[in-house]
Nanobody, 114 residues
């Protein structure tokens, strides 16, 4: 069964940066298109960035030009570099398949506030 462990969140001032990591157990990672999702209080979970197994990327309009998704298939790890953070980026961030697995990790809290 796939295990997803997100890390790297924290409190940052507007304009700051954070780098999130997602460790994925098992051998399925390198064959799977992956994504970063986020859920703000009172809102539905949304997909913010995806990366194919070969490294092709796409982004939601709200983060395009500020966030960069990447992956290291040798380490079964995916990353999200977040720059120029805004208060509206505050949310719990999750990783999962672009077609989500039937299990989610605990997520990592990102809070952007002065």
């Amino acid at each position: 069964q796939v295990q997803l462990v997100e890390s790297g969140g924290g409190l940052v001032q507007p304009g700051g940066s954070l780098r999130l990591s997602c460790a994925v157990s098992g051998s399925i990672f390198r064959f799977t298109d992956m994504g970063w999702y986020r859920q703000a209080p009172g809102k539905q979970r949304e997909l913010v960035a995806t990366i194919t197994r070969l490294g092709g990327t796409s982004y939601a309009g709200s983060v395009k030009g500020r966030f960069t998704i990447s992956r290291d298939n040798a380490k079964n790890t995916m990353y999200l570099q977040m720059n120029s953070l805004k208060p509206e980026d505050t949310a719990v961030y999750y990783c999962n398949g672009k077609q989500p697995f039937n299990k989610w990790g605990q997520g990592t809290q990102v809070t952007v506030s002065s």
